[in-house]
């Protein structure tokens, strides 16, 4: 399986997913860490790719998502976008209304 078909993979089984620079537990950007905390703040049950140990997948996936910075947050294949975006999901009550339609 080519790392295109591998990430592909990777969205399309987890109903959510982040792809960031270390893990939930030991974040290695702030912007990692901040989403991932919005994530936990919705009670998401999420999968996360670390980008600095899959340096293959860093270098691919901006590429397929169109989206060129990480962390990068897909909620049922669909890219919900970084931080920024992640953390005006979660102050407007936005991003708790797509975690719970998680399938």
């Given at each position: 399986?080519?790392?295109?078909?591998?990430?592909?993979?990777?969205?399309?089984?987890?109903?959510?997913?982040?792809?960031?620079?270390?893990?939930?537990?030991?974040?290695?950007?702030?912007?990692?860490?901040?989403?991932?905390q919005a994530l936990k703040a919705?009670?998401?049950?999420?999968?996360?790719?670390?980008?600095?140990?899959?340096?293959?997948?860093?270098?691919?996936?901006?590429?397929?998502?169109?989206?060129?910075?990480?962390?990068?947050?897909?909620?049922?294949?669909?890219?919900?976008?970084?931080?920024?975006?992640?953390?005006?999901?979660?102050?407007?009550?936005?991003?708790?209304?797509?975690?719970?339609?998680?399938?």
């Open positions: 399986m080519n790392i295109i078909d591998q990430i592909n993979q990777t969205i399309k089984d987890n109903s959510i997913v982040i792809f960031m620079k270390g893990s939930p537990e030991m974040p290695q950007c702030g912007f990692s860490m901040q989403a991932s919705c009670n998401a049950q999420f999968a996360h790719v670390d980008v600095l140990a899959n340096p293959e997948v860093r270098q691919t996936l901006p590429k397929i998502s169109n989206w060129p910075t990480f962390p990068q947050v897909f909620i049922n294949g669909e890219l919900i976008g970084g931080c920024d975006i992640v953390l005006e999901l979660h102050h407007s009550g936005e991003l708790q209304k797509l975690v719970s339609s998680a399938t």
